[in-house]
């Protein structure tokens, strides 16, 4: 089934585009969601699809694999009409989305991963299921054990066998739905490397990401939606930062006006926190020995690559983890370890990495998720009146500008920057002396990013002391002070803004920590 | 840090020009405004869903049997459903943390009957003990909650899995119910026993007086206590209520208890009711709890659903159950006809639940 990587001859001007869309309309009840939206994803094409959360970049994947049947407009794949609505195996064989969440099966090997439900015949045939899983990587120069169960393999690994699998079955039309989201930087340059190596080979890709410097290195064309519109489509040379940016957000965004650091007074007296050779051990990295302050009024970046420990100091803080050894100090009184919330009735407020898995609760509302950590708080006689979480929500809701259809709309309906924003209230809803923030921004869009940094930035020159942990360079703008750590310890200090990206780089990746 | 201070803050950042995404904001605030009544309506009108059924068994009974609509069979349905009703609102708050308990069924059965056998005479296959019904009552609530803290240690503190350990302990405790008596029923028992499944208030069976108020008490516990909206937000998202500092694993053990104490009184109703404990009281209970509390919307992932949802379930399975004898219905069949109704309540439910947009 796999043509030989490389025999692909790029793209041809003869060759039907591998996805066309024409005139794509699709509303959701009263919300227009896409509104006249014509893409072209030519063969051997990396084609970026960039737009603010809610522009509709979903709903055209939707369309684009079948799941959504657009009212009005029409899809041709590689040149012929699309397959019917409900042919899903027809679907399946001319287009492959490979989405942010990994649809691999823990218990099942990477070979039966990659021919999952296609296997010939009611009898496995393990050797040959083996063998052919085994080419298949070969051929597209993928290196992966088959016979490893999924459920060991690294977010990286994963996706190389979801796209595997989709190769396999024939596909030549790819749509990568923020694949760098969870990977660290080695294993972002391989995926471009596979990108590159699969666009010679004639598959053509549709690349949806946040990042826009990813856009600028590995895609030929970008499309950029808002509102359900298709503002341009263009060459990514002809389109530069900046007008890229001011397509995406439709002119309100003003490169000025991004928030940075604004120095404050030299704190002074005792520090807020005072972390002291803090050891702690986490599946996400370990922390050893790390030593550090931070003042009232400071925002202290900790700056490290995935698995470095950085967020382990973060989860500790926050009470998530016991520290194997070292003390907690907050405002010059140790914490209890392990103990949430303690930590929050001692004032930590945090805004954990991952919002999905314990950042908000679906099924709740806005209004109930930022009162949560104050439930305690707010309660008289254990009783809990609506109209007091609506108190203690409201003045958030605006701060953060959070958009829902009522304080009431369950946080699963609303789009990730908003649901972030949720989080991000619902630390500050204590108002907590100590803002532990983790990757705040990670897979929201330019304008709620700006939002975002924008109110922890606030709650810094309020007189928060702020310790935002991060692998996003662009976050740390707001950071007075950054800390660099590499495997589980802090490697080096900067304390002048603005910050080097060389030097963090240089120092979180090990080259030059002497310096 | 004054007021004043924000404020001229926020005016810098007003200088630097409105954004759209501001104005959009306020505007979608106001749209929401109006957005929230009818949520609030929609949710109402899910947890209602059940009602047309309920209508049209009143219509079917009351073709069915002149003596449907009565007063005494309202009576006699409403004591029949109210030990249930118990177990169900227990098993609605174990349910809305996201976890279970079967063994609710042999709580039900198992506390009546230790605490009937430590009271009841020898003549009435008692211990001989002859303790007072009031001790015999307390050991019954008593042994509700120790088990059901000891299966929410084990489910919440050392993670056995909820179904295999409360089924283990369904069957164990099921077989200490027979084992103690030789599988024979307890009778006899003192009237300050049976007080609560056996007394008429105001025409009206007193269990199921009791029933109903603590469908209401929940349900209001639910809506507006720190408790009761911390229970839902384990239930929706276990991780986030603990980041949140959610006392995750107390509320979880403390429901567990609370539901196995609830149990117990469920099972006191019965043993009232039919003024005998037999060796197999709860047997199958279970299931029918299950199904009045899913009909009734609460979701068995957690999180989601409400006490008034449960109470109309309890009250249909009820009412079905009725409608079905007072139709002659052949004694075999009316487990089959039961399972289809069940079926077909909860497409129902299904169906009117998805309008909700």
Not at chain 1, 110 to 134: C, D, K, P
Request: hydrophobic letters at 45%.
């Amino acid at each position: 089934m796999s043509t030989a990587p490389g025999a692909g001859s790029g793209r041809l001007p003869e060759q039907p585009p591998a996805a066309h869309a024409e005139g794509i309309w699709k509303s959701f009840g009263r919300t227009r969601a896409l509104e006249d939206v014509s893409l072209s994803v030519a063969t051997g094409e990396c084609h970026a699809l960039v737009g603010r959360n809610g522009a509709g970049k979903s709903t055209l994947v939707g369309v684009l694999t079948g799941l959504l049947k657009p009212d009005r407009g029409t899809v041709e794949l590689h040149g012929g009409p699309a397959p019917s609505p409900g042919d899903r195996t027809a679907w399946q064989a001319r287009v492959a989305c490979v989405y942010q969440r990994s649809m691999v099966v823990p218990s099942l090997s990477v070979g039966e991963n990659i021919f999952l439900n296609r296997i010939e015949g009611a009898v496995v045939n393990w050797r040959s299921l083996r063998r052919r899983a085994r080419q298949l990587l070969l051929d597209w120069g993928f290196d992966l054990d088959v016979d490893r169960p999924a459920g060991e393999l690294s977010v990286e690994e994963k996706q190389i066998v979801e796209i595997a699998r989709a190769l396999s079955i024939g596909t030549r039309f790819l749509i990568l739905d923020e694949p760098t989201s969870s990977l660290e930087s080695k294993a972002i340059e391989r995926l471009f490397e596979r990108v590159r190596r699969m666009k010679q080979s004639g598959v053509a890709i549709l690349y949806i990401s946040h990042h826009l410097e990813e856009i600028y290195e590995i895609c030929d064309r970008v499309t950029v939606l808002r509102d359900g519109m298709r503002i341009v489509t263009a060459p990514v040379a002809e389109l530069d930062h900046d007008r890229l940016v001011g397509a995406m957000v439709g002119g309100e965004f003003l490169r000025a006006q991004q928030h940075e650091a604004e120095q404050t007074a030299e704190p002074e007296g005792e520090p807020r926190l005072r972390v002291e050779n803090l050891t702690v051990r986490s599946p996400l990295g370990d922390a050893e020995d790390v030593s550090l302050e931070v003042s009232a009024g400071e925002c202290v970046g900790l700056f490290g690559l995935r698995g470095s420990g950085s967020v382990a100091v973060a989860d500790a803080v926050a009470g998530l983890l016991r520290p194997a050894s070292g003390t907690i100090l907050l405002n010059g009184r140790p914490l209890d370890p392990g103990k949430v919330d303690r930590a929050i009735a001692h004032g930590v407020g945090y805004v954990p990495e991952d919002r999905h898995a314990r950042g908000f609760v679906p099924t709740l509302g806005v209004r109930e998720n930022i009162a949560l950590p104050i439930f305690e708080r707010l309660s008289r006689f254990g009783l809990l009146p609506r109209s007091r979480t609506g108190t203690a929500a409201r003045p958030l809701v605006e701060r953060l500008q959070i958009v829902a259809s009522g304080a009431d709309q369950p946080v699963a309906e609303l789009s990730g920057g908003n649901q972030q924003k949720v989080v991000v209230g619902r630390a500050l809803a204590s108002r907590p002396s100590l803002l532990v923030v983790v990757s705040p921004t990670v897979g929201v869009d330019v304008a709620s990013k700006e939002a975002l940094l924008g109110v922890i930035d606030e709650a810094r020159l309020d007189g928060t002391a702020v310790l935002l942990v991060s692998d996003d360079l662009d976050e740390l703008r707001i950071c007075t002070r950054v800390l660099v750590v590499r495997r589980g310890g802090i490697v080096r200090e900067l304390s002048t803004p603005p910050w080097d990206r060389q030097t963090l780089i240089a120092a979180a990746e090990g080259f030059g920590a002497a310096a | 840090m004054g007021p004043s201070d924000a404020d001229r803050r926020r005016g810098r950042v007003r200088r630097g020009g409105v954004t759209e995404a501001a104005v959009d904001t306020t505007l979608e605030h106001r749209r929401g405004l109006r957005g929230a009544s009818g949520r609030a309506l929609f949710a109402w009108l899910r947890e209602l869903a059940l009602l047309p059924a309920i209508g049209v068994l009143v219509i079917v009974g009351i073709f069915s049997s002149p003596a449907f609509f009565t007063t005494s069979n309202f009576s006699n349905t409403a004591q029949g459903s109210a030990a249930l009703g118990m177990v169900v609102v227990a098993e609605t708050l174990i349910l809305l943390t996201g976890s279970f308990d079967l063994s609710l069924q042999s709580i039900y059965g198992l506390a009546p009957m230790v605490g009937a056998w430590l009271v009841v005479s020898k003549d009435g296959h008692g211990l001989g003990t002859e303790w007072s019904p009031a001790v015999g009552i307390l050991v019954a609530l008593g042994i509700g909650a120790a088990v059901g803290l000891f299966n929410g240690v084990m489910v919440v503190k050392l993670r056995f899995n909820a179904f295999i350990f409360t089924l283990a302990m369904l069957i164990l405790l099921a077989g200490i119910q027979q084992g103690i008596v030789s599988g024979q029923s307890v009778y006899n028992m003192p009237g300050s026993f049976v007080y609560l499944g056996s007394v008429y208030w105001l025409g009206f069976p007193l269990s199921a007086w009791v029933t109903i108020a603590v469908f209401f008490v929940a349900g209001l516990f639910l809506r507006y206590h720190r408790v009761g909206r911390a229970i839902y937000a384990i239930g929706g998202n276990l991780e986030a209520a603990r980041a949140a500092g959610i006392k995750v694993d107390r509320i979880r053990i403390g429901v567990f208890c609370m539901a196995g104490m609830l149990g117990a009184i469920g099972g006191l109703m019965t043993a009232g009711q039919v003024l005998t404990v037999t060796a197999n009281q709860g047997n199958n209970l279970i299931f029918t709890v299950f199904a009045a509390a899913v009909i009734g919307g609460i979701a068995l992932e957690g999180g989601r659903g409400r006490m008034v949802g449960a109470f109309t379930g309890v009250v249909l399975l009820g009412m079905v159950n009725d409608v079905l004898v007072l139709r002659n219905t052949s004694t075999f069949w009316i487990d089959a006809v039961n399972g289809a109704i069940i079926l077909v309540a909860l497409a129902l439910a299904r169906a009117i639940g998805s309008i909700r947009a």
